[in-house]
């Protein structure tokens, strides 16, 4: 899952660098579509864009370490409300 945007992240990471330090990227197969102060924004265009649809959101930094994010990890992001628990 992701493959392809974190492939495009990894090709462009450094020209972004120079560019965008520091800031949040949102990414949707191979395409940059936008750029976000906070990664709470980057999330919530996305969520607005794709819904349940996977996209990446990275910050960009001359190097990267896994984002352990616990919601997404055990599925909430994912979970289905008409279904029961």
Known sequence: MLENELQYFEKNRKQ?????????????????????DKPEDALAEGARRFGLASFLVRRVEETTEPIYIPALTLGILRADPASPI
Not at 27 to 35: A, M, S, V
Request: proline letters at 0%; zero cysteines.
């Open 16 to 36: 972004w660098v120079s560019l965008y330090q520091g800031k949040f990227v949102l990414i949707k197969g191979e395409e940059l579509l936008g750029i976000f």
